[in-house]
């Protein structure tokens, strides 16, 4: 199966869409990191350079968006959503029609540490009246992810995995820009994952399967609104249910996933794989994943945690 990086097709997906919208670019000085630098080259009149001035990166894109553009600010999603809470938070409160994409999200960009990995931008950005999230897959959902956003009158956050990862048939399952069932055999358990943990949770999906279960595997590509009368009519109807997300579990898609079903007097049991309550360490990314609840290994043992509180 082809492998990519999801935050590879940026660049060429604002360069495209560049070309049927009136799109401009803001940039922390990470342009080639994010390959926003693609834009740039395209585009370089509607491209602004910030510096590593995040706050002001965010400010100066909510005032090209009270010009007529949609504007795209574009960085690391600890530096978008962390540093540059206050003015996100202020852009929705003015229902700014502005665009955020985060990369290097949650221990994607392992070597640098604590410092620079995102478990918290979920949990920061759902929080924030107006704001809308979402987490596409592969490469090959960014593109529409971008564009979903762009037709969202509005301010949206979208949180784009670095990691290389598989390229989903898509002739078997269309891209995926609300939830999507990703593999469905049955209804003893339901796995939900974000874009990011994709191939850990097909892993964890895979072993189930293996050992003779048979469940269904959901791709949650918009956490916030969440598409709650699907997540409740799946809570009905299976036994057990686990989610797994690059993101600590306090605040992310399993928590959003637990407010959804809470009110439901009869679900299946939720077990969340992610991050605990505790700052992650430099490493490889997908050591440093596994090292901290988020493998197929962990998704796995949490769907026999649930099915087990049924027995």
Not at 22 to 42: G, H, M, P, R, Y
Not at 275 to 281: A, G, L, Q, S, Y
Request: aromatic share 6%.
């Amino acid at each position: 199966m082809e492998r990519k990086a999801p935050r590879e097709m940026i660049g060429q997906a604002l360069v495209e869409l560049g070309a049927k919208y009136n799109l401009a670019v803001v940039d922390s000085d990470l342009a080639s990191s994010t390959t926003s630098i693609e834009f740039q080259k395209a585009y370089p009149e509607r491209f602004f350079e910030m510096g590593i001035s995040e706050c002001s990166g965010v400010s100066f894109t909510t005032g090209l968006a009270a010009e007529g553009f949609i504007p795209f600010y574009v960085n690391f999603a600890i530096l978008a959503t962390g540093i540059a809470w206050n003015p996100l938070r202020m852009a929705c409160y003015a229902k700014a029609n502005i665009k955020i994409i985060g990369t290097h999200i949650g221990m994607d960009d392992g070597p640098d540490g604590a410092s620079h990995h995102a478990n918290e931008d979920i949990a920061l950005t759902r929080v924030i009246p107006n704001l809308t999230v979402l987490t596409p897959g592969d490469a090959e959902e960014i593109k529409a992810a971008i564009e979903t956003a762009i037709k969202i009158d509005g301010p949206v956050y979208i949180r784009v995995g670095r990691e290389p990862a598989p390229i989903r048939d898509k002739s078997q399952v269309p891209i995926v820009t609300d939830i999507g069932i990703i593999e469905d055999s049955g209804e003893e358990f339901c796995i939900f994952h974000d874009g990011s943990t994709m191939e850990q949770a097909l892993q964890g999906y895979q072993k189930l399967v293996d050992e003779g279960y048979r469940g269904k595997l959901v791709h949650v590509a918009r956490v916030k609104p969440l598409n709650s009368e699907f997540v409740r009519s799946v809570a009905k109807s299976v036994y057990a249910m686990a989610s797994i997300e690059n993101h600590t579990v306090l605040g992310g898609l399993g928590g959003c996933l637990a407010e959804c079903i809470a009110s439901l007097p009869r679900h299946a049991p939720l077990i969340r794989a992610g991050v605990p309550d505790r700052f992650t360490e430099s490493g490889k990314s997908l050591e440093v994943k596994a090292n901290h609840g988020v493998s197929g290994e962990h998704v796995y043992q949490a769907v026999k945690e649930a099915m087990s509180l049924n027995e």
